[in-house]
């Protein structure tokens, strides 16, 4: 089983010794940084599967650090920091944060929400990995992945970027059915807490664009009970 390497980036020495040890005691390997300078330079030196990071750092501060990181890579990234205000916890999830944990915190609550991440970042990657074609075709209907696009019947349909990854989990895992939990954590990228609300729309905005006649869906079906998946061509 591969050892997951994490990048800490803390400037308080006794922080970074009491976290780096305790999540190594789990079984990961942790690479230490003690400034955001020394952060991006070590992240540029090697392959992590999750950086940890505090906000107020010298010679560049969290938000920079987490900005040229989320510009490489989308990794996941979860912020440590004393302030605890809603602002602050906007700020760093707005520029690409995936989790916020407030000091003080207990290292199980640490090391749950560092497993969590790294857990859906994994499950998410192995659904990407299904199928590596770069343009998917079912019946009438096309996918470009490497452009974004889509086409029915050579015509351009116009998808927001969360309809076009739902339609690309279809497309590439033709013989899968999803649970509306499933397709949050993969377009969404964080927990599903039962608002299908949100799914529901999606689903039925989608349908509009690509299917035929939206009331009797052929490209998306629904698998009473369970979910959708990819109607059969």
Same mark, same amino acid.
């Given at each position: 089983?591969?050892?997951?390497?994490?990048?800490?980036?803390?400037?308080?020495?006794?922080?970074?010794?009491?976290?780096?040890?305790?999540?190594?005691?789990?079984?990961?390997?942790?690479?230490?940084?003690?400034?955001?300078?020394?952060?991006?330079?070590?992240?540029?030196?090697?392959?992590?599967?999750?950086?940890?990071?505090?906000?107020?750092?010298?010679?560049?501060?969290?938000?920079?650090?987490?900005?040229?990181?989320?510009?490489?890579?989308?990794?996941?990234?979860?912020?440590?920091?004393?302030?605890?205000?809603?602002?602050?916890?906007?700020?760093?999830?707005?520029?690409?944060?995936?989790?916020?944990?407030?000091?003080?915190?207990?290292?199980?609550?640490?090391?749950?929400?560092?497993?969590?991440?790294?857990?859906?970042?994994?499950? $998410? *990657?192995? %659904?990407? &990995?299904?199928?590596?074609? #770069?343009?998917?075709?079912?019946? =009438?209907?096309? @996918?470009?992945?490497?452009?974004?696009?889509?086409?029915?019947?050579?015509?351009?349909?116009?998808?927001?970027?969360?309809?076009?990854?739902?339609?690309?989990?279809?497309?590439?895992?033709?013989?899968?059915?999803?649970?509306?939990?499933?397709? $949050? *954590?993969? %377009?969404? &990228?964080?927990?599903?807490? #039962?608002?299908?609300?949100?799914? =529901?729309?999606? @689903?039925?905005?989608?349908?509009?664009?690509?299917?035929?006649?939206?009331?009797?869906?052929?490209?998306?079906?629904?698998?009473?009970?369970?979910?959708?998946?990819?109607?059969?061509?």
């Amino acid at each position: 089983m591969m050892t997951n390497k994490i990048l800490l980036v803390e400037d308080d020495m006794s922080i970074s010794e009491m976290i780096s040890e305790h999540l190594k005691k789990d079984g990961f390997d942790v690479i230490c940084a003690f400034d955001g300078q020394e952060g991006i330079s070590k992240f540029r030196e090697g392959k992590f599967d999750l950086v940890l990071l505090d906000i107020m750092m010298p010679k560049l501060d969290g938000i920079e650090l987490m900005k040229i990181i989320r510009s490489i890579n989308l990794l996941p990234i979860l912020i440590m920091s004393a302030k605890d205000s809603d602002v602050d916890k906007a700020i760093g999830l707005g520029f690409g944060a995936d989790d916020y944990i407030t000091k003080p915190f207990s290292m199980i609550e640490l090391t749950a929400r560092v497993k969590a991440l790294i857990r859906r970042a994994n499950r $998410y *990657s192995n %659904v990407k &990995e299904i199928n590596d074609n #770069n343009i998917i075709k079912k019946g =009438n209907l096309e @996918i470009d992945l490497d452009n974004y696009s889509v086409k029915k019947n050579n015509k351009t349909i116009n998808l927001t970027s969360k309809e076009f990854e739902i339609l690309k989990i279809f497309m590439k895992n033709p013989k899968r059915v999803f649970t509306k939990s499933q397709i $949050y *954590s993969f %377009v969404w &990228e964080e927990e599903y807490y #039962n608002d299908v609300n949100v799914i =529901n729309v999606h @689903i039925r905005r989608l349908r509009e664009k690509i299917e035929d006649n939206a009331s009797d869906p052929k490209y998306i079906k629904t698998i009473w009970g369970i979910g959708y998946k990819l109607g059969e061509f």
